[in-house]
């Protein structure tokens, strides 16, 4: 970002957040780097909301000192890298550390405000409601309905699903708001100086933004919130960038011994190659230039059951190419169907939606669209929250066949009368799990029940993720046939066996040094750490940086274009490092992210399955690293224990033994994860498994399901 856009940010009083931007002249050498060297002082970090222009003076180190590095030193430290494994439990590290610092002196503090804050306690509530302060709101709903607690009671005028996910502090697609409103929910506890936006992102929520109108109202002017003016680039034109891609892993073969099993009622039999897809020419050119030589199992098994007009719900570990098992059958139908090119008309009419939770994840999905559409008359279009309303009305008023959208901006999109729905015919629901939870649950039966929109079976409706608990796989019901395929690649929820993991008991005090020791070693090598608040990403950030380590930062509370340029300057490694929350762990596929680290591990095992897998994609390896914390993390011992396992992982013995200590009846250490997540398709527990057709078979062979038993 240009000084320009920071005077224009400056200028705005509705931005309270403070936003650490880590802008290209903060990282280059030269004088930029000197005015933005000066050491901070702990002031200045815990009222950063109102001195936002000292604070970019203040800590956002160079990256020059981090180029400066000598040659050897870079290589000794990745030479170090590989006993990595062997990183102590921090014990050794004792306290704080770094306490020479003025600012350590403001980070412990606000480590400690932070812990006991609304959004650290609605974040860790979410299904064992652990940490006290908030807690009391949520309890009243949270025994009503469901086992993830947290923020319930200010949900309830949602309907519907009722509670609201734990991340809904990184809830996509909705206004930029300003802050202020609802301090109150913080029960007795201090707000930091100036507030941040996110605080209030959530709350505005209860006040009806959950609503189609509320982007629209935020555009309008009716609402009170910021105009949003941010325009996203238009993606590149060219060839090359369009089907740019990188390279399978040496796993990537492996695959193929994966065990699959698919399960429901004449499921057709799965291919062996593209060619057997009988897919058209164009696709096939395209899927040729996207260098894919080769199904993964995941494809294998989707793209005929997609193909033969089922519908799906698809479970395989993160990274094996789910995107593409859904896009591909859906393209090669429409292309059978004769799609014409879609005509400028106030009101467009897509065939497909596909929908997913994060804006960037959103944007993927269409670019990876693009790319396989390549060359077709099929027009995809994206919108998401954070970017101008006009724009998003602008590019779907160009002509759209497929319209991946956030569900927000959709809604509003769909409420401003852009999109009619009669003409879909396909409804696919990314990271299924998190769109069918309380978060997002509630805006999917919107969109099903909206006027005009296919009944569920008029339409194919596809699920797709890499877990998928029990009572989402129910909630699932609604919205597909009951004739649903369902489709386990391994183990449903299970980690991607391509990523090392491991696991060191650090203590809240101590993390900070662990990590700073941990990337030293990994020199440059692109890293994902992940913490649990967006206040803690700004803050690590700035203390990565203060330590001479370029890194930037991506989550709920920064600006869509601050996002947008955050992950563009990691997925060019200019900044190695991306401190991020939860709004970057689902579907980022990022090339070459060889490490991710939990500083904070995340409340559910899920989302550690999903943000380790943003490592060790596509048969490449990864190695992720998780701070244990046994005060506030003790629930997931016993579930990652089991993921750890599952994935022929070490298990420490201490992680063991708090494991045990912690049991949970009804937790079962064999195939079946209790309420941690499901092993299988559910219907199978409630209906039978007599009743089930299963095929369980190695994707290396082409099976013919066996129509024994039927499950309904
Ligand atoms: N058959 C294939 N051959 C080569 N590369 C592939 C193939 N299928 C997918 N890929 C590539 O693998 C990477 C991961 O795919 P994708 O993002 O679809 O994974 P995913 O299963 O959706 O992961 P997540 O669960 O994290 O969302 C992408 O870069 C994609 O282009």
Redesign the pocket.
Known sequence: MGDEDWDTEILKPHIPSFVPVFDKDTYSSGANGDAFNRASDSSEISDVPTRRDQFMRSGFASGRSLGNRDASDQSSKRENLSTMGGFGAGKGFGNRGFSSSKFEEGDSSSFWRESNDYEDNQTRSRGFARRGGYQDGNDSEASGSSRRGGRGSFRGCRGGFGLTHNSESEREDGPQRPGGFFSSRRTGLVEPAGGYKGFNEEVVAGSGRNTWKSEAEGESGDFQGPKVTYIPPPPPENEEAIFA??Q?GIN?DKYDTILVEVSGHDAPPAILTFEEADLCQTLNNNITK???????P??KYSIPIILAGRDLMAC??????????FLLPILAHMMRDGITASRFKDQQEPECIIVAPTRE?IN?IFL?ARKFSFGTCIRPVVIYGGTQLGHSIRQIMQGCNILCATPGRLMDIIGKEKIGLRQIRYLVL??ADRMLDMGFGPEMKKLISFPGMPSKDQRQTLM???TFPEEIQRLAGEFLKTDYLFVAVGQVGGACSDVQQTVLQVGQYSKREKLVEILRNIGEERTMVFVETKKKADFIATFLCQEKISTTSIHGDREQREREQALGDFRCGKCPVLVATSVAA????I?NVQHVINFDLPSTIDEYV?RI??TG??GNIGKAISFFDPEPDSHLAQPLVKVLSDAQQDVPAWLEEIAFSTYVPGFSGGTSRGNVFASVDTRKSYQGKSSMNIVGFSSAQAPNPVDDESWD
């Open positions: 891609h990188y399978t990537f996207a260098g894919y030589t080769k199904l993964t995941v494809q395989a570990q993160t990274g094996s190419g789910k995107t593409a098992a994840l993927q990876e990314d990271e797709f993720s890499a689902r579907g980022l596929d090339e999903h897998g943003r994609r596509c």
